[in-house]
């Protein structure tokens, strides 16, 4: 799940969390403080941080933000192998990252 999907997912989490309270976006705005724009904006996952954890709080929810929580560890040397981009050795010939280094 990429980036865009998973704030799209947070967002729907709110809306659902507001629904399941009836609650309208205007009396949720008013209750926190906030302007119904950003309620809109937090719900199509477009919000701010800030925005999100608020919302999440009232409602006692902190817990989907686990949707923003990769399911593999990120790392750099991990995206190289998985794109088996080339990277060239000091010999100059081209090796793919994971392939063993030969001695000369």
């Known amino acids: 799940m990429n980036i865009e999907e ?3 997912l947070l967002g729907r989490r709110l ?5 399941e309270k009836n609650m309208t976006q205007r009396e949720l705005s008013k209750i926190l403080g ?3 724009g950003r309620i809109v904006e937090a719900e199509k996952g477009l919000a701010t941080v800030g925005t999100v954890l608020k ?3 009232f409602f006692k929810r902190e817990g989907d933000l686990d949707v923003l929580i990769s399911e ?5 040397i991990a995206a190289l192998k998985r794109s088996k981009k080339l990277r060239e050795r000091a010999s100059g010939k081209q ?5 063993s ?3 000369d």
Do not use: F, Y
């Open 6 to 8: 998973k704030c799209e």
């Open 55 to 57: 919302i999440l709080t």
């Open 101 to 103: 280094i030969e001695n």
């Open 34 to 36: 906030m302007s119904r």
């Open 95 to 99: 090796a793919c990252m994971g392939d």
């Open 72 to 76: 593999e560890p990120s790392s750099q």
């Open 15 to 19: 809306k659902e969390a507001r629904l």
